[in-house]
Every structure is written in C-alpha cells, then in structure tokens.
C-alpha cells in the first residue's frame, strides 16, 4: 500500500485526499491504519538519539512535571528507554527565559523538539526552521504561521492544541451556572506569556453580552498585580474570575486559587490542576493526555516521519471538575445539573 502524499491540486481521488484531511483534523487513530509507511514497522536504534524539550513553567510545578513524566513514559512503551537523551529546559513562565531556552536548545541540534505552550512554541519557531518540532498547547498555529494548514502543516513543525478560543464563552456560561448574580468577569493573563489572551476574550464578547456579565480583560505581570486584581473584583458585587491559560498563571496557580477563596470570589479556571489545588471550576482538556500523544509523534519522526506530513491534532473531550470544598468555602451552591455532567467532583 503506497504511503505517498497526494500533490495539492490533484482532485481526480478527491474524496480520498478529503477523507484524509478530515481524519487528520479531528485526530482520529483510524487515519494511521489506513496507511502504515515502512518506517512504522522498524525498531529504535541502539543509538543514542537527542531530543530537545522545553517546558513553559519551572521544574517544581506539579502539572509540568506530570506532562514530561507522561510523555517520556510514552517513549519507553514504544521503544525508546536507554537509547535516547533528553535536553530538558524550564521557561518559568517568563519571556526572556524561554527564548533563551530555546535558543540554547537549538544551538544542540536535537532530532527533534517538544516544546509546551504558546510563548515557547512561538520562540522556538523563531529561533529555528529546520529541526522537526512537536508543539502541545498552541491554540492557533495556522494563524501565527507555525504550519501551512492543520490537514498537511507542510513545515518543520506539528503538535496539539490544547483549546479553541471559544472555550471561553464555555467558561462564563458554567460561571454563570453557580453564580447567577454574576455580572462582572475578570479575565487575568500576562500578555508576555499569553498572547493570545485577547483573542480568547473577543470570541466571548457574545456569550458575555447574552449573559449581561461585563467582561474585562485584566492584564497582569506580577504577584502585586494578582492580589489587587482579586481583591478589586472580590470585593465587588457580582463579581467573578476567569483565569486563562498562560504559563504565567500556572506558575502563579495556588496565589490565585488561595486569595480566589479569601475573597469568596466564584472563578473558572483552565485545568484541573486548578481544582485539584483548591480552585472552584475547571474545564479543559487533559494536559498528560497531549502529551502522550506528542510522544507518539516524536517516535515517528525519530523513525523517520516528516513533521509537515503529521496533521496538528485538535483535542476531542475536554472535562469539568468541580471543587465541592471550595463552593462551600466561597458560598455558592452548585446546581444538580451542572454536577450530574462533571467528569470529576472534588469532596
């Protein structure tokens, strides 16, 4: 069975080449049966293989801990324990490091590159375009020209993004759900590290309208900045906390969980790392789960496979955890329906 690429253009096998594209998009593991290249079928070498990774928090948050620990036991299952080297970098969610650090790990010329999160992705795409890259967590790839399109990326780069933009409408109708006099939403990001935090808020001007909540963007960059954030919208009327995905949050997660809960103020937050560190609602997709399948990814282009012939997946299931202990402690009341779809509740 041939494994060769259609050329663009070509529509004579259209429904095929389209049947392709759209398996690709949606992430489907059927797409790789229906065509196995020989490289598949060949065992890792006995040599030492280099591979670069970059990481956007600092090595003692527990969730980035897990995503490494969860991509490099995917390794081992598939092959690849003694024979292969990992160049591990931590961006601690700042600007400058990050792109030191994949400056640095490019002047290794690694086979290939993992790299975490939006600002990383971005600094490794400008520091190198030629050593294959697998990305976990950027939200809009074609639109910042990290691949040509998602069916056929085309370059040195492919991955997983880890949310749409309009998860954000998502987040105020759940917030809204356990607080209904909520009228007012605080949306907190480091525009260094976030960039994309003003797109998230744009696509849920609507939902936020439809909901009569007044949703502000508040750009942050520092510990004094979460606290006087919290503490204006906690002490407002109807107030609310929507956090966005950003390593600068992450690396800063149990401040704003904890003065979240001094301050009795109902927030949603991006994952459930936030929940499980005391935060009251979490939606979003299994970080540990993308990074399984990145491992998948780097073993096939360190069998031989071209990152521009690997389609960027989109994640399919995304869950709600609910924080029992902290709806107590902030004083709302989750509804029974909202519970009755939780993929988890924290007692």
């Excluded at 995503?67 to 160049?87: M, S």
């Excluded at 950003?246 to 149990?254: C, E, G, I």
């Excluded at 540990?288 to 997946?313: T, W």
Aim: glycine share 12%; aromatic share 6%.
């Amino acid at each position: 069975m041939s494994c060769r690429p259609q050329p663009a253009g070509r529509e004579a096998s259209g429904a095929g080449a389209r049947r392709r594209d759209f398996l690709g998009l949606l992430g489907s593991a059927a797409a790789a049966l229906l065509c196995v290249p020989a490289w598949a079928a060949t065992e890792p070498s006995s040599r030492v293989r280099r591979v670069g990774v970059l990481l956007p928090t600092s090595a003692d948050e527990p969730q980035a801990q897990a995503n490494f620990n969860a991509f490099t036991r995917t390794l081992e299952e598939l092959g690849w324990k003694d024979n292969v080297r990992f160049e591990l970098r931590w961006g601690a969610g700042q600007s400058a490091s990050v792109k030191g650090a994949a400056r640095e790990l490019v002047g290794l010329a690694p086979e290939v590159i993992l790299v975490g999160g939006g600002g990383p992705t971005a600094a490794v795409r400008d520091a190198t375009g030629t050593i294959p890259v697998v990305f976990v967590g950027f939200t809009n790839p074609v639109a910042a020209g990290l691949v040509e399109t998602l069916a056929r990326p085309g370059r040195n780069m492919t991955g997983f993004t880890s949310l749409e933009f309009s998860v954000g409408g998502k987040w105020l109708e759940i917030l809204k759900a356990v607080a209904p006099q909520l009228n007012r939403v605080g949306a907190i990001f480091n525009p260094e590290t976030a960039p994309h935090g003003a797109e998230f808020l744009r696509l849920s001007a609507a939902v936020a309208s439809a909901l009569a909540i007044e949703l502000t963007p508040v750009p942050i960059g520092d510990e004094a900045g979460i606290r006087s954030t919290i503490g204006a919208l906690g002490g407002a009327r109807g107030g609310g906390l929507m956090v966005l995905p950003d390593p600068f949050n992450s690396m800063h997660k149990r401040l704003i969980v904890e003065l979240a809960q001094e301050h009795r103020l109902p927030a949603i937050y991006p994952g459930r790392s936030y929940a499980a560190a005391g935060g009251l609602l979490s939606y979003g997709v299994e970080l540990a789960y993308l990074y399984r399948q990145a491992a998948a990814y780097v073993d096939r282009i360190l069998r031989g496979a071209r990152p521009g012939e690997l389609p960027v997946q989109a994640p399919s299931k995304f869950e709600l955890v609910v924080n029992l202990r902290a709806a107590e402690s902030a004083g709302v009341e989750i509804p029974t329906t909202l519970l009755a779809t939780a993929d988890e509740v924290i007692e």
